[in-house]
């Protein structure tokens, strides 16, 4: 099912050294440091790790949708089709916001705006992008809610969010990300609100929807399980850094970063209840404020060495399709 | 919402009773007595006990106050407020020559008000820390700081004094020449619009703030839209729910700055003639000013609830 990491397929999205801090009592939280990844044509990238690992500052610093003040992107690059997105001006990234690149937002409760009816919402990306005629808004509206399997879309584009439940909600955010049809699209925990039988539905949808319009999908998740049946590709993270790289494959099979090991150990099996959530890996993350010295994973890492308290390991290549920033071989040790 | 508005109507009445047991009541407990006013006034021959009880009786406060009450009460049902103490003219007929002045006053000032407040407090939350910003919020100190009858005074007094000029003190009515009537009013609308416009900016900006941090207006980023967009589509509309609280609480008290700036510009509004009838004790004017008030009062906050069920689709009118 899983693609093979492609080396053919063009790069649609090549993050370099991404760098976003935000400002908090005085300090500076580095939220994503020193990120680079990239995303290729086609394919289904995933971005794992705990909450608070920085997934979603990385996803909104790409449309630089950053609140600010408190944050700020302070460094890297962002190309997308070899164009830097962080040198758009303001009118720029916003005509290529929701037409190229798009995104679906983890809180399906307060996402949509509690004062304007569902069809005017969904209708927006279309009529700011023009990219259907204006008489056929209202037909493509009912076709997006058709496509995210919302029952009685004509009675739907009326409702305000509030007479929807939250499932219906992220289907109508799913819908708004995929109006335009957008060459990216990023889904940040994207079924959280579903129960486990629609979560299924969803996803398979995204990742039909993703394929049919040759798009690229970035998705963010907690859930392993779903990463192992939908990626192509896994960027593990923690505390703002990538710790982990290579394909579906290669990250289930023969995973490597103590962290990842972390993780994989935790995975529901099949006698615990569906979507409940293990606290993956003992203790806590790091304050990103001040970070430890050298490997930012060590606190908690049952491989630690010495040199892992002073010197952080750089994220590099092992194998092909296989990237980990730690020093220790975990397989001679386990 | 037909239906809705008339319940609403008709539960003004018994509100209105209650209201009017108080003013009645508090009234008359302001010291002082128009039978001694009337007795000295007019040189009855002396101030023998039997001139004032022919009085008393004339004016129909020989009887118990609870009597006095209810038929006062019974004909205002009947939309009759009494008569003027001294000049012996219907109530209403003294009410509603001022009412128009009164009335045009507060709405203009109200207009000028949000129109001041509305765009500042806007500009001022989407430039959160700019000059803009700071300039805004300066004003707003200043205009919340500045007493409005010292305003006043000072745009009566200080032009006089300078150039001989003095604001038109003689009124037009507004449909025989609005732009008399209006170079009439501006002054002094301007005055209590801009001591008015103070608390609303504030709180439109605190709530620009608050609305500009939810996560819908995040979406609207994301879909691409314009500033103008996300911030007049999607911001506005949510922000503005307690900021018309705050206008319906504000109707009171504009009310308050009227009485004063009537009497500095001498406007032949509601609030002179409630100062005269104060300082001569005509009871039924005194009553039926407050009345009236109260009745104005509890329209806007009608008209404040049914603003509601336009800005947020959860109220509902129809139970
Ligand atoms: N508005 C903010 N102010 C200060 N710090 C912030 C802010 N938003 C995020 N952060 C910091 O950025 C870090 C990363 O947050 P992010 O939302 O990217 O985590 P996440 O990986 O998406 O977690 P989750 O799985 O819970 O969604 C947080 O740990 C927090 O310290
Ligand atoms: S570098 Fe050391 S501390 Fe960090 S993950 Fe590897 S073994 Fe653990
Ligand atoms: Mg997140």
């Known amino acids: ?334 | 919402m037909g239906a809705y508005v008339l319940r609403r109507l008709l539960a003004l009445i018994p509100t209105l009773l209650i209201a009017s047991v108080i003013v009645f009541g508090v009234v008359r407990l302001v010291p002082g007595d128009v039978l001694d006013l009337m007795l000295s006034e007019n040189a009855y021959s002396s101030n023998a006990p039997e001139d004032r009880a022919q009085l008393e009786k004339a004016l129909g406060m020989d009887k118990p106050l609870y009597m006095q009450y209810l038929s006062w009460a019974g004909n205002a049902l009947r939309g009759d407020l009494g008569e003027s103490l001294w000049r012996n003219t219907p109530v209403t007929e003294e009410i509603g020559a001022r009412l128009g002045v009164t009335l045009e006053l507060g709405i203009l000032a109200l207009l000028i008000a949000l129109i001041i407040a509305l765009p500042v407090g806007i500009v001022s939350a989407i430039r959160q820390e700019t000059l803009a910003d700071n300039v805004g919020r300066s004003f707003s100190i200043l205009a919340l700081a500045i007493p409005n009858f010292w305003l006043g005074t000072l745009v009566v007094i200080l032009p006089a004094l300078w150039w001989g000029w003095s604001p038109p003190t003689e009124m037009t009515p507004f449909f025989e020449d609005p732009i008399e009537n209006l170079k009439t009013f501006l002054v002094p609308s301007l005055i209590l619009g801009t001591s008015l416009s103070a608390v609303i900016m504030r709180m439109t900006r605190t709530m620009m703030l608050e609305v500009l941090r939810q996560d819908y207006i995040r979406t609207a980023w994301a879909k691409g839209l314009r500033e103008r967009s996300v911030v007049l589509v999607h911001a506005v509309k949510n922000a503005m729910i307690p900021v018309i609280t705050l206008v319906g609480i504000l109707v009171p008290i504009l009310f308050g700055g009227t009485v004063i700036i009537e009497q500095i510009f001498r406007l032949p509004g509601l609030g002179q003639l409630l100062l005269e009838a104060v300082s001569t004790r005509d009871y039924p004017i005194i009553t039926g000013v407050f009345l009236v008030t109260g009745v104005v009062v509890m329209l806007v906050n009608l008209i404040v609830d049914l603003c509601y069920g336009y800005l947020d689709p959860k109220v509902r009118f129809d139970r």
């Open chain 1, 1 to 334: 099912m899983n693609m093979k990491a492609d080396v053919t397929r063009r790069t649609l999205l090549d993050v370099q050294d991404l760098h976003t801090v935000f400002e908090k009592d005085g300090n500076e939280v580095h939220a994503v440091n020193q990120v680079s990844f990239d995303v290729k044509e086609g394919e289904i990238l995933a971005i794992v790790g705990e909450s608070g690992s920085g997934k979603s500052i990385t996803a909104m610093s790409l449309l630089r949708l950053i609140p600010s003040p408190p944050g700020r992107i302070v460094g890297g690059r962002v190309l997308f089709n070899d164009q830097d997105l962080l040198d758009l001006g303001d009118e720029q990234i916003r005509r290529l916001r929701g037409r190229d690149i798009a995104m679906i937002f983890q809180e399906p409760m307060t996402s949509l705006n509690p004062s304007l009816r569902i069809g005017r919402q969904l209708a927006e990306p279309l009529r700011v992008h023009g990219s259907v005629p204006k008489e056929k808004v209202r037909e493509r509206c009912l076709e997006l809610l058709r496509q995210v399997r919302l029952g009685d879309p004509e009675k739907r584009l009326d409702a305000y969010p509030h007479e929807l439940s939250g499932g219906m909600r992220q289907r109508v955010m799913i819908a708004m990300g995929l109006a335009c049809l957008p060459k990216l699209l990023i889904a940040d925990e994207p079924t959280t609100a579903l129960d486990v039988t629609v979560q299924a539905q969803i996803l398979e949808l995204l990742r039909d929807l993703v394929r049919q319009n040759n798009s690229s999908m970035m998705l963010i998740t907690h859930d392993l399980g779903v990463v192992a049946r939908y990626a192509d590709r896994i960027n593990v993270m923690y505390a703002g850094r990538i710790v982990e790289r290579g394909t579906a494959e290669e990250i289930f099979h023969r995973p490597k970063h103590p962290y990842t090991l972390g993780l994989m150990e935790s995975m529901p099996r099949l006698d615990q209840a569906p979507g409940s959530r293990l606290t993956p890996v003992p203790g806590q993350p790091p304050d990103l404020s001040d970070p430890p010295p050298g490997c930012p994973f060590h606190p908690r890492c049952r491989f630690a060495e010495a040199r892992c308290r002073s010197e952080r390991p750089p994220l590099e290549q092992i194998t092909e399709n296989h990237w980990k920033a730690c020093w220790v071989d975990t397989d001679a040790k386990r």
